[in-house]
């Protein structure tokens, strides 16, 4: 029987997240697991008169590629992406992973090759995201690889996901109460907007940012499903003081346990893990800007209550703040470009607060309104 939340998904995919309109050409990049979303969102993108394009990978291929393609093909960017991503109108990516685990164990230097092989595309992105022309939208569907990572079983696993992006019943329109996350979350940005000296402190940070001139946005469905938090991009040499991260810093299926980095002028000067240090530092010395932040962002959706393994979902945690390292989004008025864009998540809901200019707007995970 056809799950009424698929569809509902779906809906609210194309007509809210990316707003599909007639000739729209749309892009749905997914692993094959995730095929009833695909069908869904193929019928929902032809009803509102898009074009919709596959773009289908099966598990595991990128770690063969990795693994046993030449340096030819480890730098050979693949031309029907690249095109879409400089030319469509749209681009839904479906994470849909069968194995979160398959880039385990393959070779740093040409893990980071690749990544720099690919990152032309996400510069597109982000360019083209920022000017409003390429309407972009990653989310996930739920399969077993992801609730075995959220420690859940998959039919626990697929109520949480259709939970936190409220799909999850049929009397609620979730197009309608989208709209009106966005308009409460406004109040956070409006907090935010035309202040300078940003400082974090708690049990695990002890930071220090400039926004100045920066703009927050509020993220609410449009470039992520689930979605729920408000970010910027940081001036890039303010960063100041350290972070200890209380999750896992999980990228690109590697994740590095006990993570805690120290900034000085805008830079990581020294970086600990109590796992998979290599890695980090391997993916800190990607390019120039790896070291730097491209994001400064605060979690605000209290539907996703537990950490998952998946940083669509966890860096969304209500009552948390992250931080990226490498790429910006240049709507926010970020200027750091890397191959990477890695974001890793400090928990704020005890003892903790967060101070713009002298006044705490932000206390043990909420914000403060006056």
Sequence with gaps: MADHRVERFAKLLVEYSTRI???DRVLIEAETAAEPLVRALYERILAAGGHPHLYLTLSGLDAVLIRKGNDQQLDHAPPFRKTAYEEFESRIRIHSKSNTRDLQGVDLDRFARRNKALSPILETQMRRGATGEFRWCSTLFPTQAYAQDAEMSLTEYEDFVYRACYVDDPGRDPVAYWEGYRDEQQKAVDALKGHD???LRGPNCELALSIKDR???????TANMPDGEVYTGPVEESVEGWVRFTYPAIFQ???VEGVE?????GKVVEAKAEKNLDYLLKMMDSDAGARYLGE???GTNFAVDRFTGQILFDEKIGGSFH????AGYPETGSKNKSAIHWDMICDMRQDAEILVDGEVIYKNGEFQYR
């Excluded at 703009?215 to 469905?221: E, Q, V």
């Excluded at 931080?323 to 490498?326: E, F, P, Q, S, V």
């Design 296 to 298: 400064f962002a605060i």
């Design 215 to 221: 703009i927050f946005l509020n993220a609410c469905g």
């Design 323 to 326: 931080i990226a390292l490498g």
């Design 21 to 23: 309109q007639p000739g």
């Design 261 to 265: 980095l120290h900034f000085s002028k």
């Design 197 to 199: 000296r940003v400082q």
């Design 253 to 255: 299926g590697r994740s």
